[in-house]
Nanobody, 117 residues
Framework: QAQFVESGGNLVQAGGSLKLSCKAQ???????????MGWYRQAPGKQRELVAT???????NYAESVKGRFTMSRDSARKTVYLQMNSLKPEDTAVYYC????????WGQGTQVTVSS
């Protein structure tokens, strides 16, 4: 059973919105609640990059490239993190993953986001 299961990716036109979900299915709730969780993305031919992080206290930080457009949130009861993506651009096209920022675990399959111009 994978550590993380990401979903919600799709093909969308530039300017559109998507909401991604990632369930930390193997984490116990207390571990999830104390974890700083991160969303990452990897575009074709590029290295994986950090997009956003959120603490257990729900303080979020964002990469400059997505600041003001993306919002990360978390639901402790569901052990799930979300990434609301608005005003999408073609350069946001990538496979999106989540993981624990403070102590990386095995990666999930990710979810594909494709933004057409």
């Amino acid at each position: 059973q994978a550590q993380f299961v990401e979903s919600g990716g799709n093909l969308v036109q530039a300017g559109g919105s998507l909401k991604l979900s990632c369930k930390a299915q193997r984490m116990i709730t207390s571990t999830f609640n104390s974890a700083i969780m991160g969303w990452y993305r990897q575009a074709p031919g590029k290295q994986r990059e950090l997009v956003a992080t959120i603490t257990g206290g729900r303080d979020a930080n964002y990469a400059e490239s997505v600041k003001g457009r993306f919002t990360m949130s978390r639901d402790s009861a569901r052990k799930t993190v979300y990434l609301q993506m608005n005003s999408l651009k073609p350069e946001d096209t990538a496979v999106y993953y989540c993981n624990r920022y403070n102590g990386e675990l095995s990666w999930g399959q990710g979810t594909q986001v494709t933004v057409s111009s």
